[in-house]
């Protein structure tokens, strides 16, 4: 069955912990944190692996950690479902050089998705490319990805081309649902520039979207920077999954959205069994209690489908 992987924070109140660290928390805690990552089946609906993380680390790096850890599973077939930000090129060539199976979302905005995404934008929103059952246009292309490995003792670099599947998605909804985002969040830009009440963290967006004048008769005018938003508009309901071995798009896009078993997984753990916060101040005591909410949430899963499978 294919595995999804991905990680959530747990804040902590404790100095103590030696992985407690301040990061992106995904709820906008404000206190420090850890990461806890999750592999669970989408056919079984079972945890198979956790393992507590830096506070601090993202996403992208805890694959290698990933990949180390459950070669303990001695899984004939290993087959990943992950989000896209778990891609990076190291993190491909991880997947590709452990023989795995993966599935992983893709950002429109990666030069090769970029390139394809181009040459099929008019042909892909046709009649023929469009699925009635998932409500969205679809297209797909065999692509080749160049694959290297670095080898520790000569120093050397292997080099290969490998097989991959490129999966691009149109959502008419999700166009229209990115572009009232977009206006919305440019409605609040405004309003904080002509107040004076800019927000640090939006400056860079400040810039990329107005020119902003002010003279002492007219005030603060803006003036928006039409190029740029209509760059912003360009990839509004589009979306990328990539694989190294599924070939049909429809199959990937359904597998790629059977991976909110995992978020569910999070759920439970941080709302039905308590694990909002650490509330530990030991190294030992977080082990156990990780350890015993990890076998929780075995049984509260099996509970779970069992009650799905039988209404």
């Known amino acids: 069955e294919f595995l999804a992987y991905d990680i959530t924070s747990v804040s902590s109140y404790s100095k103590l912990l030696k992985q407690v660290r301040y990061g992106s928390n995904k709820e906008h805690d404000p206190l420090a944190q850890i990461n806890l990552a999750l592999l669970f089946g989408e056919k079984s609906r079972l945890p198979v692996y956790y393992r507590k993380l830096p506070g601090n680390i993202t996403d992208v790096m805890t694959i290698h950690k990933m990949l180390a850890d459950i070669d303990f599973l001695e899984l004939q077939k290993v087959n990943l479902v992950l989000d896209r930000g778990f891609y990076s090129e190291a993190n491909i060539n991880a997947l590709y050089q452990k023989r795995y199976k993966f599935l992983m979302g893709a950002k429109t905005g990666l030069k090769f998705v970029q390139q394809k995404l181009e040459e099929v934008r008019n042909s892909m929103v046709s009649r023929s490319s469009y699925s009635s059952k998932h409500r969205l246009n679809f297209h797909s292309s065999t692509e080749i990805w160049n694959y290297h490995e670095f080898k520790k003792r000569g120093g050397s670099v292997d080099t290969a081309e490998r097989k991959l599947y490129l999966h691009l998605f149109f959502n008419a909804q999700r166009a229209a649902d990115d572009k009232t985002d977009f206006n919305d969040l440019l409605d609040r830009l405004e309003e904080e520039l002509l107040s004076e009440k800019r927000i640090a963290v939006h400056e860079p967006l400040y810039e990329k979207y107005y020119e902003v004048r002010q003279t002492p008769k007219r005030g603060i005018t803006l003036s928006h920077k039409e190029e740029a938003i209509k760059l912003a508009e360009k990839n509004y309901g589009y979306f990328a999954l990539k694989s190294n071995g599924i070939k049909d798009p ?50 509260l899963s099996f509970i779970d489908k069992a009650m799905r499978e039988n209404v």
């Open 250 to 299: 429809l199959e990937a896009l359904q597998i790629y959205r059977s991976k909110d078993v995992v978020e569910k997984a999070f759920g439970n753990l941080k709302e039905r069994l308590n694990m909002r916060r650490t509330t530990v101040s030991s190294e030992h005591n977080l082990e156990g209690k990780l350890f015993v909410q990890f076998v929780a949430l075995i049984f």
